[in-house]
């Protein structure tokens, strides 16, 4: 009789919560939750494997600095030229932390490689999650989450980054400074609350320090639960392909798969880090000094992820841009590349999951990624953000490229502010018709198929070149989208000649659906595809065409019936997984089915 096994004491201590709690449901649940595979998914992980690295590495770092900005002399062995120096309590345990505490550099440089990273995938991770279209509904919180995360890791960026009081860091808070007192009626009063004093005053890194460690990372960590939570809640979304609709996840379970997957990139993450962090020399302040309010260093400048405001900045020009209103100076120079146009971009960001909606008129519930050349306005205007970021990062280092290259530093800013303006509209132009041509190119492959290279000769005399079929699975992908069409209004008039209310509403929203979706192609069709298919009188000598041309290649091109250059009739649509006369990988397009 074989011996009764005896529950280990995980197990035990498994069954003794779950008694208690019946978080064994939760559990079950979570485990059988699928997860699609995909690398670009991988730049949330990232984000949040070095959110962990961060809170790590800063738990160290907070039981060595001291937030104070009284003044102290340096006492230290190393580096030299410091000792004896006067300086704040901060920048002098920074220094200390750095020399005299074991593995202090090495935690300081890890904090500091994380943040960057953190920042970065997060940027990725929402460039990809714009471009692609996974803030549309049911993700519309999830995207306002993920904005706000991003406004909060720039804000936990800057203040850390502002807490050794450096020179460097101090130049940052003075711009700082001067944004804020540019804020018209209230400026010099949120001066004088932010710095407890005229500037610096010396309160500020106190403040900063209250704010790095606290405030910040609570509110990222409830964010981040909430990010979560929703992910799971309205399942994740994939990649268009065979099999895969918006009533269905195509993918691995999160136990065990998801989870090792998950804990292995957690390890290869936090090693890179701390390789970086080992070998990678990053904020050396004693090269810097403490801060000093009388000197200004040339050739300076902030973390990657402030350099476009750096950037927009310099570019602003001075004279004229200072306006007097009823007695008040509204220095335009400053609010309009630091505080308006930043205001508007986010604010922007936040209402374009119902922006789109409006101008497309679709509410449906949205799991299937899109294609980025299925939307090419939305990807053109990604282009074009990311492009002005780069021109307002290279104007933040003007006066480097002007030293290195021997160049006039004017020369470069004048060229920068001109490509400012035009670079972004030329960006958005060439995008959108990369978008439309691949399009294009998408219906052509999908109706012709491939090109063989291999040409056969008819007994009638006629050339053609064989063309190699797409699998079930190419034209799945190239034709499950649907296209938008722009909104349609009302007339102006109703039926008995009386103007109708809100016709310029909705003529607006109109012209705006027009600049979205005006220009389109659209999806081939079953019916289209069936057409295509079918060669006539070629079906017959295909019987008999000559030895080479085996199984596996489609006859002679022809084209089927098409209103213009690369778009189908009027009132078609490409097929969907969900959609009457839908077509999925394996089955054969039907003629008669409705599109």
């Not at 505490?101 to 929402?126: D, E, K, T």
Request: charged letters at 15%.
């Amino acid at each position: 009789m074989a011996k009764k096994q005896r529950p280990s004491a995980v197990g035990k201590a498994a069954d003794y919560l779950d008694q208690r709690t019946t978080i064994g449901v939760l559990v079950k649940e979570l485990a059988r939750k699928v997860f699609p595979d995909h690398w670009s998914f991988m730049l949330g992980e990232i984000a949040l494997f070095s959110f962990i690295v961060l809170i790590a590495s800063g738990f160290f770092l907070t039981m060595f600095f001291d937030p104070s900005m009284a003044l102290v002399r340096y006492e230290g062995e190393y580096p030299p030229s410091m000792n004896g120096q006067l300086m704040s309590a901060a920048f002098q345990s920074t220094v200390h932390m750095s020399f005299e505490v074991r593995g202090g550099l090495l935690m300081r440089q890890i904090h500091h490689w994380s943040a960057l990273i953190f920042i970065g995938s997060i940027v990725l991770h929402m460039f990809r999650v714009f471009i692609t279209g996974a803030f549309r509904k049911p993700r519309e919180i999830n995207w306002i989450v993920g904005l706000t995360m991003l406004i909060l890791a720039l804000a936990a960026g800057f203040t850390g980054y502002s807490l050794p009081d450096d020179v460097l860091s101090g130049n940052g808070l003075r711009i700082i400074d001067g944004v804020v007192k540019a804020i018209p009626l209230i400026g010099a009063y949120l001066s004088f609350l932010v710095f407890g004093n005229e500037f610096p005053g010396d309160q500020v890194i106190p403040r900063l320090f209250t704010l790095h460690i606290f405030v910040i990372p609570g509110i990222l960590i409830a964010l981040i639960a909430l990010h979560l939570f929703l992910m799971v809640l309205q399942k994740h979304t994939q990649y268009p392909g065979g099999g895969r609709t918006d009533k269905n996840v195509v993918g691995y379970p999160a136990a065990p798969v998801y989870v090792a997957k998950m804990t292995g990139n957690f390890f290869i993450i936090a090693g890179v880090l701390t390789l970086m962090g080992a070998t990678m020399a990053i904020n050396n302040i004693w090269n810097y000094g403490p801060y000093d309010p009388a000197p200004v260093s040339a050739g300076t400048q902030p973390d990657w992820y402030i350099l476009f405001v750096d950037g927009a900045l310099r570019l602003m020009p001075g004279p004229g841009f200072e306006w007097v209103l009823w007695g008040y100076t509204l220095p335009m120079n400053i609010l309009i590349p630091a505080v308006i146009v930043p205001g508007i971009l986010f604010t922007l960001l936040f209402a374009w999951p119902f922006l789109e909606a409006r101008v497309t008129g679709d509410h449906r519930e949205h799991h299937v990624l899109d294609r980025p050349r299925n939307r090419p306005v939305r990807t053109a205007v990604a282009v074009a953000l990311f492009l002005a970021f780069l021109i307002c990062a290279l104007a933040a280092t003007n006066d480097l490229i002007a030293t290195h290259f021997s160049l006039s530093i004017f020369a470069i800013t004048w060229a920068l502010r001109i490509l400012l303006f035009v670079g972004p509209l030329f960006a958005f132009f060439v995008t959108k018709r990369v978008c439309l041509a691949l399009q294009r190119k998408d219906r052509e492959l999908v109706l012709h198929g491939h090109e063989s290279g291999r040409i056969v000769r008819f007994a009638t005399g006629e050339y053609v070149e064989v063309h190699t079929p797409l699998d079930p699975q190419e034209v799945w992908l190239r034709t499950q989208h649907t296209s938008p069409r722009p909104l349609e209004i009302k007339p102006a008039m109703d039926a008995r000649g009386v103007k109708r209310k809100g016709y310029r509403s909705d003529r607006r929203w109109q012209r705006l659906s027009e600049f979205f979706y005006e220009d389109r192609v659209e999806p081939a069709t079953p019916a289209e595809l069936a057409a295509a298919h079918s060669h006539g009188e070629h079906d017959q000598i295909e019987a008999r065409t000559p030895a080479g041309v085996g199984p596996g290649t489609s006859g002679p091109r022809t084209s089927g019936p098409r209103t213009g250059p690369g778009t189908s009739g009027p009132g078609t649509s490409g097929p969907r997984a969900d959609g009457e006369g839908a077509t999925g990988p394996g089955e054969e397009p039907r003629p008669g089915s409705k599109s």
